[in-house]
């Protein structure tokens, strides 16, 4: 090991934690460090490390994520559907099947990072197509899905093994939905924290350059 690795890594950090403090009123850098630790816990073995953002509105969220935009094993999306993870082409004759996959699994491979931002839309889908989803990712935890469409696609598109981490982000309305944990298990490692709250977050918050926010974090995050 590069005996100087450890500072590295340290001054990184540092570059990560002033991007959130310029921008943020009293952020909670506990929570910021243990979405990134867990992010880059996607590299060791054994089974992956799925944080899940609970805050209120407006509590950075979306911020912290978006921090992980671009990185190569990334992949940001902003709605599931039953078909996202694993789904068959039906063939048309009068139209060419497309040369990509429609298959989210299959387009990242074996090993990959799904950052999503609003958990929310999940629990929001009837029960029939939120069981679907939940059923997908209990055993993308695992490593392994399969799924039959009775479609004369490609095979191999039916079936997906490897490594993937899920980031994703909810309201602490979350907790009014049991029964999706019951399902679900003990998969996500749950990051809580509240909104800062009086005039001088208020006043932070008015006059964020967003932009510039948004720049400065994802290059620290890209770095570290």
Known sequence: ?????????GRLWRAVEKAVVDHHDKPDLEAVQALYAAVAAHKLSGQPVWPMLVA???????????????LPTVHLIDQVTP?????GQIKDAERPQSQNSSSLLCRIGASGIIVFPDFGTILSMNRTHRGSVLADMRRIYDGHLRK????ADDRREHEWKGRI????????????????F?????RFVMIRWGRPSGIEAALRAMNQDRKA????????????
């Open 83 to 87: 078909n996202t993870f694993l789904s």
């Open 1 to 9: 090991m590069n005996p100087n690795s450890r500072n590295d890594g």
């Open 56 to 70: 209120p509105s407006g509590s950075m969220k979306t911020d912290l994520l978006a921090g992980l935009d671009g």
């Open 182 to 186: 019951q399902t679900l298990g003990e």
């Open 165 to 180: 981490t899920f980031a994703v982000a909810a309201t602490p309305e979350v907790d009014r939905h049991y029964s999706v």
């Open 213 to 224: 926010q948004a720049a400065e974090l994802q290059k620290a995050v890209h770095n570290l």
């Open 148 to 151: 039959e469409y009775g479609t």
